[in-house]
C-alpha cells in the first residue's frame, strides 16, 4: 500500500516550540495561595500550594492567613485537575450538526464519517490544539484520547506511519495539557459470519491496520516526547470493531507496558444483539473469555448490562467510564452506574464526543440521570463525584501520581469561581455541592498543569482566543 507524506506538526517544529507541562515556561510560578481548597475530601481555607521545578507539588499548608508575597492569589475552591478519560477530539467538529433533527447512534455515525474523511495530520493537530485548549478553559488537566483515526483516507499509510497520534500529542502539548493516546484498534465493520469479522467499508480503511499484530507493530512505534506531557496505551475500538481471534495480542501489548487499555463496551443494543447472534454471548462475556477484562482495563459507557455483565465486570475489577452527555445526546440510555461500583467497578467521566466539554455537568448527570431512572435522589455525594473526575479519572489513563493535592503529586489543580451567578450565595461550608451541582465550565478562573498557569482569570495562556481557533479549525473539515 503506497504510503502517503505528512507535514504534521512535530516537537521540534519552529512554530510549536513551546514545552509540555512540568517543562520550561516562560515565567514560572511556584506558590499559589487559595482561598478554599478540596484535600482528599476535606474543604479548607487558606492553602497554599507550593510546586517545584520538576511540575510537582512540594508542600501543602493549610490556615495560611494571608498570600505571602508573589503568591498567586486563586480565589474559589481550588479542586485537583479533571481528567476527561473518554475523548475523540475531531468530534468536536460534530457539535451542532448532529442535533439537528432525529436519527439514532449509527446516523450520527455517517456524518462522523464525513468529518473524519477529511482530516489531515496538519488539520487534526489544528482542531485538537483547539478542543484541548476548550478543555483547559473547562478546568480538564489531562485528557485520555481515543484515537482511531490513523493512516490517510483510503487506508494508506503516511510517512510517519503515526502522523495522526504524533499530532494529537502534539496539541495538547501546545494547549497545556497532559495526555493518554489509547491507540485503538479498529480491524472489521461487524462481526461477520460466525464471528469472523467483516471486512472494513471505504469510510473505515484509514481507521484499520489489517490484523491485530499489524496494529501493535505500528503502535510500538508511536513515542511521546519528552518532557513529561504524554503517555500511551491501548484500545478496542469495539467487539464488533476488533474479532474475537484479534483481542489476544492487543491484550499482550497493554500487559507488556503496563498500559492502560480501553474499550467500548455495549452502547447500543444492537452491537449485544449481533454480538450473542455472532458468538451466542454477550460483548462483556466475550471479552471476559479472552482475557480483556482486569485492573488496567477500562469499558467505556457499559450501557446495556445483564446481571452476570456486572458481576464479571466488577469480580475482574474492571473500571468503567461513563460520558452521560454523550449517552443522552444519542439517546443511548443510561448506564447501571450504581450497581456497576457496588460490584467492584471504579467509576470514570469523559465528555466522548464533546457534545458538552464539562466534567462538572458529567459528574453531575452521573446522579441526576440516575434519580430520573429510580425517582430516588443521594445515589453519591459530592466528594463521590468529584473523585471520579479527579483522581479516579487520573489513574484510568494511567497517571496515578495526579488527582489530589498533597505533596509528591503533579501539579495539576483548577479554581472554581464561588461568586459567579451559579454559584453565589449557598454558605461556604457547601462549595464542593455548589461546585458539582451548580458551576459550569464557564465558573473555571484557573487552570494550573505541571505548576504552569494555563489558564488565568478565564484566559487561555497559550491560545489567546479559543472560540477563534476552533470557528476556524472546523471550518477547515466542514
Not at 469495539?238 to 503496563?258: C, D, F, H, K, Y
Not at 476552533?470 to 466542514?478: F, P, Q, R, S
Request: aromatic share 6%; charged share 20%; glycine share 10%.
Amino acid at each position: 500500500m503506497p504510503s502517503v507524506s505528512s507535514s504534521s506538526p512535530t516537537p521540534a517544529s519552529p512554530s510549536h516550540s513551546r514545552e509540555g507541562p512540568g517543562g520550561p515556561s516562560p515565567d514560572p510560578e511556584h506558590v499559589y495561595w487559595c482561598t478554599h481548597a478540596w484535600l482528599n475530601g476535606t474543604l479548607e481555607l487558606d492553602v497554599m500550594i507550593e510546586t517545584g521545578a520538576d511540575g510537582r507539588i512540594t508542600a501543602v499548608r493549610r490556615g495560611v492567613g494571608s498570600p505571602p508575597r508573589g503568591a498567586v492569589k486563586l480565589r474559589g475552591l481550588t479542586l485537583p485537575g479533571f481528567a476527561n478519560a473518554h475523548s475523540h477530539a475531531f468530534h468536536r467538529a460534530l457539535r451542532g450538526t448532529v442535533q439537528v433533527g432525529s436519527g439514532t447512534f449509527w446516523t450520527w455515525r455517517e456524518m462522523m464519517y464525513q468529518v473524519a474523511g477529511r482530516l489531515t495530520p496538519d488539520s487534526a493537530y489544528a482542531l485538537g490544539r483547539a478542543a484541548y485548549a476548550e478543555m483547559a478553559l473547562a478546568g480538564i488537566t489531562c485528557v485520555g484520547e481515543f484515537h482511531y483515526l490513523h493512516h490517510g483516507p483510503g487506508g494508506e499509510p503516511y510517512d510517519d506511519p503515526n502522523a495522526m497520534g504524533h499530532a494529537l500529542i502534539s496539541a495538547a502539548r501546545d494547549a497545556g495539557l497532559r495526555i493518554t493516546l489509547l491507540d485503538t484498534a479498529y480491524l472489521a465493520s461487524g462481526f461477520g459470519r460466525g464471528g469472523r469479522g467483516e471486512p472494513p467499508g471505504r469510510q473505515q480503511l484509514r481507521f484499520s491496520d489489517g490484523t491485530a499484530e499489524a496494529w501493535a507493530e505500528r503502535a510500538a512505534q508511536l513515542r511521546a516526547p519528552e518532557g513529561g506531557h504524554a503517555r500511551t496505551g491501548a484500545a478496542i475500538h469495539s467487539v464488533r470493531a476488533v474479532p474475537a481471534r484479534e483481542l489476544g495480542p492487543i491484550v499482550e501489548w497493554a500487559e507488556e507496558r503496563s498500559a492502560p487499555l480501553h474499550v467500548h463496551l455495549s452502547e447500543q443494543t444492537a452491537e449485544n444483539d449481533a454480538c450473542q447472534e455472532a458468538h451466542g454471548c454477550t460483548p462483556t462475556r466475550l471479552l471476559a473469555d479472552h482475557g480483556v477484562l482486569g485492573r488496567r482495563t477500562t469499558a467505556v459507557h457499559a450501557t446495556h448490562l445483564t446481571d452476570e455483565d456486572i458481576k464479571l465486570i466488577g469480580d475482574s475489577s474492571t473500571g468503567v467510564c461513563m460520558c452521560p452527555t454523550t449517552e443522552r445526546d444519542l439517546a443511548d440510555g443510561i448506564g447501571p452506574a450504581p450497581r456497576l461500583e457496588r460490584a467492584g467497578a471504579t467509576l470514570s467521566l469523559g465528555s466522548d464526543s464533546h457534545a458538552v466539554v464539562d466534567l462538572l455537568e458529567e459528574a453531575r448527570a452521573l446522579e441526576l440521570d440516575e434519580r430520573l431512572r429510580t425517582r430516588t435522589r443521594g445515589h453519591w455525594t459530592a466528594a463521590q463525584l468529584l473523585r471520579a473526575a479527579t483522581e479516579d479519572g487520573h489513574a484510568t489513563l494511567g497517571w496515578p501520581e495526579a488527582g489530589r493535592l498533597e505533596a509528591g503529586m503533579l501539579a495539576d489543580f483548577t479554581t472554581v469561581s464561588l461568586d459567579s451567578v451559579r454559584t453565589a450565595g449557598p454558605p461556604l461550608r457547601m462549595a464542593p455541592e455548589t461546585a458539582v451541582f451548580a458551576a459550569s465550565a464557564a465558573d473555571i478562573r484557573h487552570t494550573v498543569v505541571g505548576g504552569e498557569h494555563i489558564v488565568r482569570d478565564a484566559r487561555h495562556a497559550y491560545v489567546p482566543d479559543v472560540p477563534a481557533a476552533l470557528a476556524e479549525a472546523i471550518g477547515a473539515v466542514h
